[in-house]
C-alpha cells in the first residue's frame, strides 16, 4: 500500500496535539493495512518537507492529505509544494473540508448544546478567498441539517470577525467551533461567545467520521492519480 502522510498544522498547545495524534491514531485503526505517519506544516516536527523526503526514501509512493478544514496557504503551498517537487512520487490530496460529514459532527454537538435560533460557525479564518467560500459551503450544509441560520464568524484573516457576528445576530445563539483540535483559536472562540452570552461546542476532535473522511481524501487521490501511473509505467 501507497504511505499515508497526514500533514496537520502544529500548535504549541499539548491538548491540541494529543488531539491531532489521537486522530492519526483512529486513521491507522480504520486502515490498518495503510503505513500512516504525521508531519507538521507549522510549530511542530517533524516537519512536513523531512518528513516526505523520508516516507519517499524508503517506500517511493506517497499521499499527503492535509489535516486542514479549508483550502487555504498551508494546502496550496506547503502540501502542494511536496507534490510539485515530486511529482511522480508525491500526490496532494485535498482538504478534509468541504464535506456533509463536517456540519454532521457539527450538529452533533450543537445537539448536546440544546435549542437555539440561530447558529455562528466559527473558523479560524485565512487571507485566502477559497478557505472562505469553503467555510461558508459547511455553514450551508449545516443550516439545511439543522433547520436554522448559520452564519460564519471568523477570528483571525479576513472576513467578518466573530465578535462583529454575534452582536448583530438576535435570539439564542450557539457557536459552533469549526476547528479540528483544542488550541490558541479554540479558547478565543470560547470566549468571545461567553462574553456575548453564548455556548460554544467542543473542536471537532478525533471523531471516528473525521478519520474516516480523511481516508476518503487519501482514496480520491490514489483514484485520480494512480491510473495515469500505472498507464505510463506499462
Known amino acids: 500500500m501507497i504511505d499515508l502522510v497526514a500533514a496537520a498544522h502544529g500548535t504549541a498547545d499539548p491538548r491540541g496535539i494529543r488531539t491531532v495524534h489521537a486522530l492519526v491514531r483512529e486513521m491507522a485503526r480504520q486502515r490498518p493495512q495503510v503505513p500512516v505517519s504525521l508531519g507538521f506544516v507549522d510549530v511542530d516536527t517533524p516537519a512536513l518537507p523531512s518528513l516526505v523526503s523520508r516516507v519517499v526514501a524508503d517506500s517511493n509512493r506517497a499521499v499527503v492529505v492535509p489535516l486542514l478544514l479549508s483550502a487555504g496557504y498551508h494546502v496550496t503551498t506547503d502540501v502542494n509544494a511536496e507534490a510539485s517537487r515530486r511529482p511522480y512520487a508525491v500526490t496532494a490530496a485535498g482538504p478534509l473540508g468541504p464535506h456533509p460529514v463536517l456540519a454532521q459532527i457539527l450538529a452533533d ?112 487521490a490514489l483514484t485520480r492519480t494512480l491510473q495515469p501511473h500505472s498507464a505510463k509505467a506499462s
Open 109 to 220: 454537538r450543537l445537539g448536546e448544546r440544546g435549542d437555539v435560533d440561530h447558529v455562528v460557525l466559527a473558523a479560524a479564518g485565512s487571507s485566502d478567498r477559497r478557505a472562505l467560500l469553503d467555510c461558508s459551503s459547511v455553514a450551508g450544509d449545516l443550516s439545511a441539517l439543522i433547520d436554522r441560520p448559520v452564519e460564519v464568524g471568523y477570528v483571525s484573516g479576513a472576513g467578518e470577525r466573530l465578535p462583529a457576528v454575534l452582536e448583530r445576530t438576535p435570539g439564542r445563539v450557539a457557536v459552533a467551533t469549526y476547528l479540528l483540535a483544542p488550541g490558541f483559536f479554540s479558547d478565543r472562540v470560547a470566549t468571545i461567545a461567553a462574553q456575548a452570552g453564548a455556548l460554544a461546542t467542543a473542536p471537532l476532535g478525533a471523531d471516528p467520521r473525521l478519520a474516516a473522511l480523511a481516508l476518503h481524501r487519501y482514496d480520491q
